[in-house]
C-alpha cells in the first residue's frame, strides 16, 4: 500500500490538491519504492508540466 499512497500524493501535488503540504509549483514528480527482500523496485513518474 506504500507505493499506491505515494502515487496518490504525487497526483495530489501535481494538480493542487495537496492541501496543507502542498509543494508551490509542483508540476512533475517522481516515487521510487523498494519492496520485498529489496529486490523489487518500482517507480512512476507524474507530471504535468514539460
Known amino acids: ?3 499506491v499512497r505515494m ?3 504525487c ?3 501535481v494538480s493542487g490538491k495537496a ?3 502542498q509543494i ?3 508540476e ?3 516515487t521510487f519504492n523498494m519492496g520485498g527482500s529489496t529486490t523489487t523496485c518500482a517507480s512512476l ?3 504535468v508540466g514539460q
Open 1 to 3: 500500500a506504500t507505493g
Open 7 to 9: 502515487a496518490l500524493d
Open 11 to 13: 497526483a495530489k501535488q
Open 19 to 21: 492541501g496543507d503540504y
Open 24 to 26: 508551490k509549483g509542483a
Open 28 to 30: 512533475n514528480l517522481i
Open 45 to 47: 513518474v507524474v507530471g
